[in-house]
């Protein structure tokens, strides 16, 4: 049998664990809460492709005419409003989960784009926006031109 020292030091835990298990276990959540309407915020995909800017934005539970998105400037901003069901009394609620009201969501475009040219979807809530670059900023191609050699 062999024996093993003990070293107090090996059953401590350091500062920054113990923070990470209180805040694990805290009140606090973690971004995964961010999808809810009403208090988060509308998550988005944003790509570009060689002549648009693509925006995927999930909005569950709302209508496609409950969504305004304008731009301004630089900036795309899309507001929804998740209106709540009237017909049920606060009284008659067992448990209330779901936010409802106002949400919106302002996202800088890294490129100028033709507002008066997009296109806008909505299906199964997920509004899928096309802005098209505007023409100063496409992608052309410069010829690089070699000197021809001196002989030396």
Same mark, same amino acid.
């Given at each position: 049998?062999?024996m ?33 309407? +009403?208090g988060?915020?509308?998550? !988005? %995909? ?8 693509? &925006? =995927? *934005?999930?909005l569950? +539970?709302i209508?496609?005419?409950? !969504? %305004?998105?304008s731009i301004t400037?630089?900036?795309?901003? &899309? =507001? *929804? ?7 049920i009394?606060e009284k ?14 302002s996202?800088?475009?890294?490129v100028?784009?033709?507002p008066?040219k997009?296109?806008?979807?909505f299906?199964?809530g ?21 000197k ?5």
């Open positions: 049998m062999s093993i020292r003990w070293d107090p030091g090996r059953d401590l835990m350091s500062l920054r664990q113990a923070m990470d298990r209180l805040m694990e276990g805290s009140f606090v959540r973690p971004s995964g809460f961010t999808l809810e309407l +009403g988060g915020i509308i998550p !988005v %995909d944003m790509y570009q492709t060689a002549n648009a800017i693509v &925006i =995927k *934005a999930a569950p +539970g209508k496609s005419d409950e !969504v %305004d998105v400037g630089d900036t795309l901003n &899309i =507001k *929804a409003e998740r209106k709540e069901d009237k017909e009394q008659d609620y067992i448990r209330k989960e779901n936010r409802y009201g106002v949400v919106a969501r996202i800088t475009l890294p100028e784009v033709q008066d997009a296109e806008a979807s299906d199964n997920v509004l899928t926006l096309s802005l098209p670059k505007s023409g100063k900023v496409q992608p052309q191609q410069i010829k690089i031109q070699t021809p050699k001196s002989a030396e």
